[in-house]
């Protein structure tokens, strides 16, 4: 008798030794934040319609671009960065100006780059948002304004090989899913 209520102790002693309380606000503490990583724009133009195009003037255009003011998107971001390529294999020398305009066409954030005539190492740009400039610059943009300048003249033509202006842009941001 006396074996059997020390066994009986000993396995109660073990069964409540293993159990842990469960913790059902767990769900609450969960973060799951992801980077999202996306194109933006792509622009390609031969030199050949550069020197075709009279003036200075030879490129702008605005582009609705709705994906940061998307409610999932614009509710959620965090942080994150835009990312600029320019690739010059053309004899021209430019100038480049990248607008986000809100709903209203007014100016929210203005990127400005020159551009050397080839030879020329890649034009890189990195803008970060939220950590940086701010993130209602992103959460507001409704299009994207773009601009070229030609500062050169029209006649001139690269010894490169299917000489082209490649414009790029890339956005990586952060967002809150819970």
Known sequence: MRNSILFSFIILLALYSCIERQNFDQYD?????PTVEA??????????????IPGQDFYSQNFNFDGFSVDAFSDRVL???V???????TSKEMEATVE??????????TQYFHIDPAPTPLVQLQVAY???RSIEIIKNTSSINVSVRNLGDNSSVSNLPDPKI???SSGQ????LK
Not at 29 to 33: A, M, P
Not at 39 to 52: A, C, K, T, V
Not at 83 to 89: K, L
């Open 173 to 176: 941001f952060r967002l809150r």
């Open 130 to 132: 939220g950590t940086g």
């Open 83 to 89: 990312f600029y390529e320019i690739e010059n294999t």
């Open 29 to 33: 503490d969960l973060e799951i934040i």
């Open 166 to 168: 490649i414009f790029r």
């Open 79 to 81: 942080d994150g960065f």
């Open 100 to 109: 986000f305009l809100d709903e209203g066409g007014n100016t929210l954030d």
């Open 39 to 52: 194109s933006i724009l792509y622009i390609e133009s031969p030199e050949r319609l550069l020197n075709e």
